[in-house]
């Protein structure tokens, strides 16, 4: 009885220390959409964005990392369109001034801003690109990429985003994390080719609000799914490295995938072509600059210290300004 003790014990603790917060699509998707975005862009974007493709890859996590470090950082991945409105929210500010002078600045950054912050990358990068400036473009472009794919995220247009209002803590991680690892290698990436978006702000409005539509989709279908199905098999025990941890089930995994017709899916391979078509718009609106001819600027040494910073404060591991969700990925369920 006391071996069976100390055992059990042991398998709490590896469970809780194997347990940590994770991201908005995960770090698995974001890294997956900005590598396949880059596929979609015109021959002339290639000598830079496929030549530094593992770079784009790699830092398509950047703002997720930040979030360790700057406080403003978080409401820059989702908007709580919940909080104003409710579906199609026709009569919401879609504009910047027009929703600080309804609702006050402090108020939008509180429930999110990600459609405007998109818009601000946006510039940002079309700055870069006029200055051809290679690491600015390529870090902007990044960034901007992140942004993008979290706009297409449905748990991101909630306040109820991680089912902490609904009995359904996890789902945030589960829906995707979980998911898109799991099953994401046998998604179907042909997406087609970027185009040029004419009107930002209406564009990036529409996504939004497409991945507001689906929420009732992944919130309703998971209770259904849990309802009916048997309980001991909704979770499992994963080895990940040295550490165990508790996971959903593959079995209830693609069932709840199969029921949402594929949803994570469609809106991963949607976030796909958007950020291809967002980083080719910016090229387009700084005039298709020679991308084979740029200038390697190097960071100044306060970006630098600023870079080393946030990436000592991301592997410490601490907790992130914003909103800290208790959920389940590549790290498993938080008991």
């Known amino acids: 009885m006391k071996t069976y003790f100390k055992n059990y014990i042991l398998l709490l603790l590896l469970i809780i220390i194997g347990t940590q917060n994770t991201y908005a699509w995960g770090f698995w998707a974001h890294k997956r959409i900005n590598r396949l975005a880059v596929f979609t862009l015109p021959p002339e974007m290639m000598p830079l964005f496929k030549d530094n493709i593992e770079f784009l890859t790699e830092h398509a996590v950047d703002p997720d990392k930040r979030r360790y ?53 946006m510039g940002r990068l079309t700055k870069a690109f006029q200055e051809k ?73 529409n996504i939004v609000l497409q991945s507001h539509q689906a929420l009732d989709t992944v919130l309703s279908f998971d209770r259904t799914l849990k309802a009916s199905f048997p309980s001991d098999r909704i979770y499992s025990y994963e080895q990940r490295g040295e550490t165990t941890v508790k996971v959903y089930s593959e079995e209830f995994t693609k069932a709840y995938d199969k029921m949402m017709g594929d949803l994570v899916e469609r809106r ?31 960071l100044s040494e306060e970006e630098k210290k600023q870079e080393q910073e946030e990436e000592k404060l991301y592997q410490q591991g601490g907790r992130q300004y914003g909103r800290q969700h208790d959920e389940t990925g590549k790290d498993g369920i938080k008991n």
């Open 69 to 121: 470090a700057i406080n403003d950082e978080a409401p820059r991945h989702y908007i709580d369109l919940d909080h104003y409105c409710t579906f199609p929210c026709k009569d919401f500010p879609k504009k910047w001034n027009d929703a600080v002078n309804k609702y006050t600045e402090d108020t939008l950054k509180e429930y999110g801003i990600v459609p405007w912050h998109i818009q601000v990358m």
């Open 268 to 298: 991963l391979r949607a976030s796909v072509l958007s950020v291809g078509s967002i980083w080719f718009t910016c090229w387009v609106n700084a005039g298709q600059p020679d991308l084979r001819k740029l200038v390697d600027k190097p």
């Open 133 to 205: 400036d290679k690491l600015k473009i390529l870090k902007t472009a990044a960034d901007l990429g992140h942004y993008m794919a979290d706009a297409h995220v449905p748990l991101h247009t909630s306040e109820n985003y991680n089912g902490q209002m609904t009995n359904q803590v996890g789902i945030h991680g589960f829906w995707e994390s979980r998911v898109p690892e799991l099953l994401g290698e046998d998604y179907d990436y042909f997406v087609g080719k970027a185009d040029i978006v004419r009107n930002s702000n209406e564009w990036i409005w």
